[in-house]
């Protein structure tokens, strides 16, 4: 299982960002996938996560109306696009996959939100 997120960068305030998460080694479109993120000094918390189908997505209440996330089965990819980022959401950004009893994480991907 490999997954390999990009699309992080430098973002003034009220910018936007899209994330990326490239994977491969297993069947993509049978699992869910979510988006995590860590912050200097803090723990990883759970940003958003899309059904195998991407019928049904969750978000965490701050990043509700700002953050959306989207996959396409056909290029095994899996998105976060992040509208009106704040510095707050500074952070690195992860994907996961959960498969059998195993976490897999990307490298992760850094965004920083500053003017």
């Known amino acids: 299982v490999q997954l390999v997120e990009s699309g992080g960068g430098l973002v003034q305030p009220g910018g936007s960002l899209r994330l990326s998460c490239a994977a491969s080694?297993?069947?993509?479109?049978?699992?869910?996938m979510r988006w995590y993120r860590q912050a200097p000094g803090k723990e990883r918390e759970l940003v958003a996560g899309?059904?195998?189908?991407?019928?049904?997505?969750y978000y965490a209440d701050s990043m509700k109306g700002r953050f959306a996330i989207s996959r396409d089965n056909a290029k095994n990819t899996v998105y976060l696009q992040m509208n009106n980022l704040k510095p707050e959401d500074t952070a690195v950004y992860y994907c996961?996959?959960?498969?059998?009893?195993?976490?897999?994480w990307g490298q992760g991907t850094q965004v920083t939100v500053s003017s």
């Open positions: 080694g297993f069947t993509f479109s049978n699992y869910a």
């Open positions: 899309i059904s195998n189908s991407g019928g049904s997505t």
């Open positions: 996961n996959a959960f498969i059998g009893v195993h976490d897999y």
